[in-house]
């Protein structure tokens, strides 16, 4: 499959070259270079997620091997020698369950992280999650048929307990720092852009006395907010236009369209937001 993408790829990017005659066969290679490494980053990080899901599914597997063996032992549990399987078996559940918590944990850390943007591995998580739940709701109440047989000590019980807590407490804190990187990976990538005569921003107290947003009392409704990894364009339907604010030269251009009328494009949305993320401009 990854062969077949970059076959399609270098086809397009041939097409391209003859089409308009002004990309070089080094160009192309190194599009081609580019798209590979590309491919193979997505390619390692997709393998790592992968191996650690069958980790978390191995896990399981033997955490109901270990289920199978106190149910079989629990038929004879008078017996000192079953009393011995059973509490060894059970402790075994309760190291691989904490562990298959923690490699779930670990996989949504490596999703958020990730580029890859898979939504079958995210219902697959979601999915693992689920059944690290129903695996403690019966591993609990399997404990609690054992204790009636007095075969659990006290101190086991608690340890379940306090596991249980525990995956509470990290599913909260999970959701919180989800919660966090997203709302500030939004504020990272939110800007503010208006265009009007100068009347129109002199009006609104964008401009005053030939000033751009030099005071903090102009009207913040009046502008229009945007993702800058999103939007980098900006049509001003006017054939006259000037940025009143600062953005580095190099980052964008400012060109007519078939009508005349000037077209903002942001060619490098970092350098051009880096020194304010408002944007200004004054047209006719």
Sequence with gaps: MKKLFLFALTVVAMTSCDKFGKQSADEVSRERDSLMQIINQKDEELNEIIECVNEVQEGFRRINEAEGRVTIANGDAESVSSRGIIQENMQYIQQAMQQNRELIAQLEERMKASSVNAKA????IASLREQLESQNQRIQELEAALAEKDIL???QG???DNLSENVTSLTQENRQKSETVAAQDKDLNTAWYVFGTKAELKEQKILKDGDVLKTGDFNK???TQIDIRVMKEIKLYSK?????????????????DKKGEYV????DAK??????????????
């Design 121 to 124: 591995l995210e219902k697959t």
């Design 240 to 256: 006259s236009a000037q940025l009143m604010t600062t953005h580095p030269q190099g980052s964008y251009t400012l060109e007519k």
């Design 158 to 160: 608690e340890q379940i």
């Design 264 to 267: 903002l494009r942001i060619t």
């Design 271 to 284: 350098k051009f937001w880096s020194v304010s993320k408002y944007l200004v401009i004054k047209v006719k």
């Design 153 to 155: 000590i006290a101190e």
């Design 221 to 223: 409704d009046y502008f």
